[in-house]
């Protein structure tokens, strides 16, 4: 029988997927148009919990490892006119679904949804609000960029009664930092984590990825271990993908300096370890 590690390197350079949505990307096709996609929302059954999500595609500088849909922008125009788009499109799924769905979970993902100001990101709210009945004791997080984090922002989330925010840490190595285009210091970070709880804001997530450039277990260890002083309730640990033929920016990052299979499965054991034996 394969051992743990054996089964894990035996795909580590396959083309399997890192995690799944629904549907998965093969069948999105050119068949499933609006009014197939107005045909499924009106047989939503009345009175069936939902989770909405938003994305805001733009971001003030690109990370090199990034893999999600965004596009870097200096400009607030382009970040504006999408959102009055958005807030068409939280009108349009409403009408489509014809009843006030109760929501038990809102995700405000990106990109960047800290490039939303806080006036415009409390107008969106308070759509959705007026669109679907938002449960009292709704999980409402957002996904916070330290780096582009402002008061007026935290005090609208606030006020919003977001109460989970999802910070992109990803390593706190000077080095890798450099080498994917995202430098920000731990002071930075635990100003973000200080000003969200002062708002009243207790829940919070850290990001962190492993296979990075330069990374190496010690790093990845030391990363873990600056983190914990910052009591973040829930650590997400994603895999680097390096897949430049599909994200163009990607090819800024040296491939040689990337860690292979047996360095990758050292970095997430050591991690899973240490946030084990912290509780």
């Not at 125009?77 to 109760?102: F, M, N, Q, S, T």
């Amino acid at each position: 029988m394969m051992s743990r590690t054996e089964i894990i390197l035996a795909y580590a350079d396959r083309r399997i997927p890192r995690y799944t949505s629904y549907p998965t990307a093969p069948h999105f096709t050119s068949e499933v148009d609006a009014d197939v996609y107005r045909s499924w929302l009106a047989a939503v059954p009345p009175g069936m919990a939902a989770s909405l999500y938003l994305h805001v595609p733009f971001c003030r500088t690109m990370c090199w490892y990034c893999g999600c849909h965004t596009r870097a922008t200096l400009q607030s125009e382009p970040v504006e006119r999408y959102l009055d788009a958005l807030e068409l499109e939280i009108d349009l799924v409403a009408a489509a679904i014809g009843g006030r769905l109760p929501v038990v979970h809102i995700h405000w993902g990106g990109g960047s949804p800290t490039l939303v100001r806080g006036k415009r990101f409390v107008r969106i709210m308070e759509r959705i609000r007026s669109r679907f009945e938002v449960r009292e004791d709704a999980e409402i997080a957002v996904e916070v960029d330290p780096r582009t984090l402002r008061d007026d922002l935290v005090e609208a989330m606030a006020a919003s009664g977001v109460n989970r925010a999802s910070i992109g840490v990803q390593t706190f190595d000077a080095q890798v930092q450099k080498a994917i285009n995202r430098p920000q210091t731990y002071a930075l970070v635990a100003k973000a984590a200080t000003r969200l709880r002062q708002a009243g804001i207790g829940g919070m997530n850290a990001d962190l990825l492993y296979g990075l450039p330069h990374q190496t277990v010690r790093s990845a260890e030391e990363t873990v271990v600056q983190l914990l002083e910052l009591a973040p309730e829930r650590v997400s640990v994603f895999g680097y993908a390096h897949v430049p033929h599909m994200k163009k920016h990607q090819r800024l990052i040296d491939e040689a300096a990337l860690p292979g299979p047996w360095e990758r499965l050292a970095q997430v054991d050591c991690i899973a370890d240490t946030l084990a034996a912290a509780g």
